[in-house]
C-alpha cells in the first residue's frame, strides 16, 4: 500500500523568495516519485520525476527535488519565486512508472508580490 | 509527443440524464487508462484502470454501474455517468501510459467540468 502526506495545504511566499514544498511517503515498494502543478481548471503537468536513479532530481521551471530514502521525503524546491508558480502541487506516488497514482492532498503556493 | 486530450471540457445536464466524456491519446497508443475524479479544492482520487479491450478496474467505494468504463481503441477510453445527479458534479481527469518505453508514464488530459442541476 502506498500514501502520501503533503505538509501544509496553502504556502505563500515572497516573489524572489524559496520555495519548500513538503511531502513525505509510505510505500511498500521501492517508489516512483513525482510532482505535478495545477493550475485552475486545467488538468496535471507533470513538473518532475523520481525513478530510482539520481536522488536529485531536476525538473521544469526551475523546480527540483531530492528523494532521502531514510526521511521517506520527496520535498520540492525552487530558489526563487515567481508570480506565475502561483498553483497547486500535488505530490504523487506509484510502484512503477505507469501504474496507478496516489495522490497527496495537495498545497496551494501563493506569491506574493 | 504524449498528448491527451479530453471532450468535452465542460458539460452542464439535468439531474437524471447520462453524460459520456472521451479520453484520447492523440499521437500514442495507450494500452492504459486512467479516470480520476477531482472535487473542489481537493486532491485527485482515482476511480478506475482500464486496459484496451478488458473490463475496466474499478476502485473501492466507486460504483461501476454509475460510472461506465469503455475502452474499446488503444487511443480512447470513454467515462459515462449513468443517471447522474448533483451530487456526481465534479471535475474529471483521465491519463494514459503506454507499453512503449518512451511514454511509459502517465499522461494527462486537460479535464472536463461537470455539472449537474
Known amino acids: 500500500a502506498q500514501s502520501v502526506t503533503q505538509l501544509g495545504s496553502h504556502v505563500s511566499v515572497s516573489e524572489g523568495a524559496l520555495v519548500l514544498l513538503r511531502c513525505n511517503y509510505s510505500?511498500?515498494?521501492?517508489?516512483?516519485l513525482f510532482w505535478y502543478v495545477q493550475y485552475p481548471n486545467q488538468g496535471l503537468q507533470l513538473l518532475l520525476k523520481?525513478?530510482?536513479?539520481?536522488?536529485l532530481v531536476k525538473g521544469i521551471n526551475g523546480f527540483e527535488a531530492e528523494f532521502k530514502k531514510s526521511e521517506t521525503s520527496f520535498h520540492l524546491t525552487k530558489p526563487s519565486a515567481h508570480m506565475s508558480d502561483a498553483a497547486e502541487y500535488f505530490c504523487?506516488?506509484?510502484?512503477?512508472?505507469?501504474?496507478?497514482?496516489?495522490f497527496g492532498q495537495g498545497t496551494r503556493l501563493t506569491i506574493n508580490p | 509527443g504524449a498528448v491527451v486530450s479530453q471532450h468535452p471540457s465542460w458539460v452542464i445536464c439535468k439531474s437524471g440524464t447520462s453524460v459520456k466524456i472521451e479520453c484520447r491519446s492523440l499521437?500514442?497508443?495507450?494500452?492504459?487508462m486512467f479516470w480520476y475524479r477531482q472535487f473542489p479544492k481537493q486532491s485527485l482520487m482515482l476511480m478506475a484502470t482500464?486496459?484496451?479491450?478488458?473490463?475496466?478496474?474499478?476502485e473501492q467505494g466507486v460504483e461501476k454501474d454509475k460510472f461506465l468504463i469503455n475502452h474499446a481503441s488503444l487511443t480512447l477510453s470513454t467515462l459515462t455517468v449513468t443517471s447522474a445527479h448533483p451530487e456526481d458534479s465534479s471535475f474529471y481527469i483521465c491519463?494514459?501510459?503506454?507499453?512503449?518505453?518512451?511514454?511509459?508514464?502517465?499522461?494527462f488530459g486537460p479535464g472536463t467540468r461537470l455539472t449537474v442541476l
Open positions: 491519463s494514459a501510459s503506454s507499453d512503449q518505453s518512451s511514454y511509459n508514464e502517465q499522461f
Open positions: 510505500s511498500s515498494v521501492p517508489p516512483y
Open positions: 523520481y525513478t530510482s536513479a539520481a536522488t
Open positions: 504523487a506516488v506509484s510502484g512503477a512508472l505507469a501504474q496507478k497514482l496516489v
Open positions: 499521437d500514442f497508443q495507450a494500452t492504459t
Open positions: 482500464s486496459n484496451e479491450g478488458s473490463k475496466a478496474t474499478y
